[in-house]
């Protein structure tokens, strides 16, 4: 992390200033701590009102070693101590890092495992970790799987994975406001929220011409996309033109864009301004297809053996 010093120390004190002004506009009191860890953890801010806090470029530095484990545990024992007599607390907890574990003493992954699973509700562990690997890794430490995030190791990552982190953080004190303390699901996307007002307000539909929709009947079920598209059209296969119909949880990847289908009216909206529009991150994230009563959610397909399931429709735009 030594070479992104100054942009870790830049999007944090972003960070920061955007999250004393929500804190503010939502009238909630937040307190921030921050450790730092590599072979050794250092407490460097803690239990400090987020309207006071200082800039991070005085104490931040970067060196060898990633004890995760033990600086995750040191800050669920700290935060622990947090008198709640009288106030109703929430806890959110993010861990970022470049690398896996490698140097923790205190803490094995099945402890830290334990202790993440027995937090109460008001308690909330995120991670942002920088492949696949740290995906598996963070799953066996205890984070919830909607609560990991995977970053890109660079300047543009890091930048990219402070405005995920904001953004999850500004709908977990949404719902904060509403009397949510806790979440294991803070990454993944709920669609039940998008509104008729919003899309008119926000988005443009497609004409007629640009695209069709197709249904998968039950001789079609388990056909790659490609094929189908192909049988149907009866046009080769653009690779990224087809949408197919979310039928379940899963990972949307940054590049991919999304088509909203209005039920009543058959209009469709896609491009840059959906994902927009919906709060989509710069970063993989999981969708939650939940039942909708006005919309149907498509994802646009960039490989060509995606498997369709019957009952499903597909978009191709032309």
Same mark, same amino acid.
């Given at each position: 992390?030594?070479? @992104?010093?100054?942009?870790? $120390?830049? $999007? ?19 307190? $921030? &701590? ?14 400090? +009102? ?7 470029? =005085? ?6 070693? *990633? ?30 890092? +470049? ?5 923790? /003493? ?5 402890? @830290?495992?334990?202790?993440? *699973? ?14 696949? !690997? ?5 799953? &066996?430490?205890?984070?919830?799987? +909607? ?23 500004? !709908? %977990? ?13 803070? %990454? ?5 929220? #998008? ?8 988005? =443009? ?21 490609? +094929? ?22 899963? !990972? $949307?990847?940054? /590049?991919? !864009? ?40 498509? #994802? ?11 009952? *499903? ?6």
């Amino acid at each position: 992390m030594d070479r @992104l010093t100054d942009k870790v $120390v830049a $999007v944090f004190d972003k960070q920061i200033a955007r999250l004393a002004r929500r804190s503010q506009e939502l009238d909630q009191e937040t307190r $921030v &701590s921050v450790y730092l860890f590599d072979n050794a953890i250092q407490c460097v801010v803690y239990d400090k +009102d987020v309207l006071r806090l200082p800039s991070l470029k =005085d104490v931040y530095h970067a060196g060898g070693g *990633t004890a995760l484990l033990d600086a995750t545990g040191k800050a669920i024992e700290d935060l622990g101590k947090t008198p709640e007599l009288y106030g109703e607390h929430s806890f959110l907890v993010y861990v970022l890092t +470049d690398g896996e574990e490698n140097t923790s /003493r205190t803490y094995s992954p099945a402890k @830290l495992s334990k202790t993440i *699973t027995n937090l109460p509700d008001h308690w909330t562990l995120a991670a942002f970790v920088p492949d696949q !690997n740290g995906v598996h890794e963070a799953k &066996s430490f205890g984070f919830p799987k +909607d609560n990991i995030s995977v970053w890109s190791v660079s300047g543009k990552g890091i930048e990219d994975a402070g405005e995920h982190m904001f953004k999850a953080t500004d !709908n %977990f004190m949404e719902n904060r406001a509403k009397g949510v303390r806790g979440t294991r699901s803070l %990454f993944s996307f709920d669609t039940s929220g #998008v509104t008729k007002k919003a899309v008119k307000a926000n988005l =443009d539909a497609l004409k007629a011409t640009e695209y069709t929709i197709h249904h998968v009947r039950k001789t079609d079920a388990g056909s790659q996309i490609r +094929d189908f598209v192909e049988k149907v059209t009866k046009k080769p296969y653009r690779q990224g033109s087809a949408y197919y119909q979310l039928t379940k949880k899963e !990972n $949307v990847q940054s /590049r991919k !864009n999304i088509c909203l289908l209005e039920d009543s009216t058959g209009k469709i909206y896609t491009g840059d301004a959906v994902r927009d529009m919906l709060g989509l991150p710069a970063h993989e994230v999981r969708v939650e297809p939940t039942a909708h009563p006005q919309f149907t959610f498509f #994802v646009q397909s960039t490989s060509f053996n995606r498997k369709l399931v019957e009952g *499903t429709s597909v978009i191709v735009i032309k």
